[in-house]
């Protein structure tokens, strides 16, 4: 493994992530491409969006030069590059100008299909000695999975930040356990160089963008960068687990912060008969948001700097929560594979008692307005 290419690797498109998101921010501001405020935002003045554009653009376009430049070969492949390529665009698209929910659902639906069918078969799911190994129920799973994970990082997608370090969190973690953990760098396939460098383009991409995107932020990612993460990495996840890089149970403790937050949101939602559809602020990290932000109000007279201090309170809270919680377990799933569940359901459980807690769900009904 030829160290040196990838550190240069990660650094070229670092910084060539900081001159498209550059250039994305002043072409944002001269056709007046903005975020306005609404019932799901935490921000008041409009503020520059699809930042997502550049690293769409840099890992799929990156990725297909290197597969001619290194004369690597993965099977179907292209599905998968093609189909997270148009689920952004249709995220830029909604950005633009809102798209209805349904065709954009049926886009979902078929892009996950896609690479479902064609590119990553969805892993068998164990339950102790119980496997559901069933190719078309684990099939239909994988298509209703995949297009679950691709929307909720777009709801999980409403403080500055957030959603750009859960993406580099995922992938450190794809990273170190195949890669590191796995001691598979001195020996290396095809399919696992198409996915390493799946991993260091985009990582190194979205460290460009961060430092643009970190409270307090000068350009929002949209729908077409959040869209684009949830589907491609979750492929990621699906296609290592498929190879039996990773097992079922250690992908969804990877993902449990947003996993946990949005499924507990959602079905606190639809369990109080809200229109669950509708765009809100009581996912979990936005009620965390609320109740930290009334509580240093008094310390700073400007809304903008309590909207940044209490955005990097809930980034660091998540990230350690992450690193000090989420990752462990995700490596002890590792060890000990026949506990895959069971460790998870020991992962999820403090995040769920967590979000019900702060009433993840809840709507209220007068919310003061500085929050973002």
């Known amino acids: 493994m030829n160290y040196e290419y990838f550190l240069t690797l990660f650094c070229i498109i670092f910084f060539l992530s900081i001159a498209l998101t550059k250039v994305n921010i002043l072409l944002a501001e001269r056709i007046n491409f903005k975020s306005i405020a609404n019932e799901r935002s935490s921000h008041f003045e409009p503020v520059a969006n699809g930042g997502g554009l550049s690293f769409l653009l840099i890992t799929v376009l990156g990725l297909f030069f290197f597969k001619d430049f290194q004369g690597f070969s993965v099977e179907n492949s292209n599905y998968f590059l093609i189909a997270s390529f148009l689920i952004g665009i249709i995220g830029y698209i909604d950005d633009l100008k809102d798209i209805s929910p349904l065709p954009r659902f049926l886009f979902q639906v078929f892009a996950a299909s896609l690479v479902i069918l064609s590119f990553s078969r969805f892993p068998h799911i164990n339950f102790f000695d119980f496997i559901i190994s069933n190719k078309i129920m684990v099939s239909v799973f994988g298509i209703i999975f995949l297009v679950w994970l691709t929307n909720l990082y777009n709801f999980m997608d409403g403080i500055d930040g957030l959603a750009t370090l859960q993406g580099i969190f995922i992938l450190f973690s794809y990273f170190f356990i195949i890669f590191v953990a796995g001691d598979d760098l001195l020996e290396i396939n095809q399919e696992k160089l198409f996915f390493l460098h799946s991993i260091i383009i985009l990582m190194s991409a979205l460290f460009g963008f961060l430092i643009f995107n970190f409270p307090n932020s000068s350009i929002f990612m949209g729908d077409v960068g959040s869209s684009f993460l949830g589907f491609y990495l979750a492929s990621m996840g699906i296609y290592a687990a498929s190879n039996n890089w990773i097992y079922f149970w250690t992908f969804t403790i990877i993902w449990s912060i947003f996993l946990v937050d949005a499924t507990v949101t959602l079905l606190s939602r639809i369990w109080r008969r809200d229109k669950w559809y509708d765009a809100h602020r009581t996912h979990a990290y936005q009620k965390i948001n609320q109740i930290y932000m009334r509580k240093i109000k008094n310390k700073y007279d400007d809304e903008s700097d309590i909207r940044t201090v209490s955005h990097k309170f809930?980034?660091?809270?998540?990230?350690?929560?992450?690193?000090?919680?989420?990752?462990?377990?995700?490596?002890?799933?590792?060890?000990?594979?026949?506990f895959g569940f069971m460790i998870a359901f020991i992962c999820f459980l403090p995040i769920v008692i967590g979000s019900l807690y702060v009433e993840a769900g809840k709507q209220i009904n007068t919310v003061a307005r500085n929050e973002k």
Do not use: E
Request: charged share 5%; glycine share 4%.
């Open 314 to 338: 809930v980034c660091f809270f998540y990230s350690g929560v992450n690193l000090f919680w989420v990752f462990p377990l995700s490596l002890l799933s590792i060890k000990y594979p026949q």
